[in-house]
């Protein structure tokens, strides 16, 4: 039995990571979406209110039952293994991911020979969507709703401040 790992931040989880997820579920018999509890930046949701929303994101996957939504800390190659997953799967956007992922696989790989790290090109038309484009369009009062699920539009719109509704 194949189990991968899709480690990120989900902050918060966007069509984007779906197609990603989407795809991992059909490469492999068990996909644990690691929601990463501590990242070093500026986030808008709590890592519970990160895992509510990829949780219901998940669920509503082609065979999102074989699905799991965890939140870990600590090193993801340690996550892996603890949760038995021999492969990380990431998301490739661009030339600027690349750099980033090709640097992070290294040590990961380096730190951890057991566990592979696959990547999964972004489909054209998710590939300009990041949580933090998602977080500035909304903050600055843009609409969002075709970049993420319906239910992260309302957690998105409950934390407007009320000067801001419309
Ligand atoms: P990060 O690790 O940078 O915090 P995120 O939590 O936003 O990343 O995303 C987790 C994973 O999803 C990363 O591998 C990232 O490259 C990938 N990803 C993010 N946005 C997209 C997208 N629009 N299409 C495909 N993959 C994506």
Request: proline share 4%.
């Amino acid at each position: 039995m194949s189990r991968a790992l899709y480690p990120g931040t989900f902050d918060p989880i966007h069509n984007g990571h779906l197609d990603i997820a989407q795809r991992a579920l059909r490469l492999f018999d068990e996909v644990v979406v690691g929601v990463y509890d501590r990242p070093n930046k500026a986030l808008l949701f709590s890592a519970e209110e990160r895992l509510g929303l990829a949780l219901e994101a998940m669920r509503a996957l082609d065979g999102g039952e074989r699905a799991k939504v965890v939140v870990y800390h600590g090193l993801t190659v340690e996550f892996a293994r603890q949760a038995g997953a021999g492969t990380i799967v990431r998301g490739l956007r661009n030339s600027v991911d690349f750099d980033y992922e090709w640097q992070m696989a290294q040590t990961n790989h380096w730190m951890a020979r057991d566990v592979e790290i696959v990547c999964l090109f972004a489909n054209a038309p998710y590939s300009f969507v990041s949580a933090t484009l998602v977080r500035e369009v909304f903050t600055l009062g843009g609409d969002v709703h075709e970049l993420v699920p319906a239910h992260v539009t309302r957690a998105l719109l409950a934390k407007r401040p009320a000067s801001q509704a419309h």
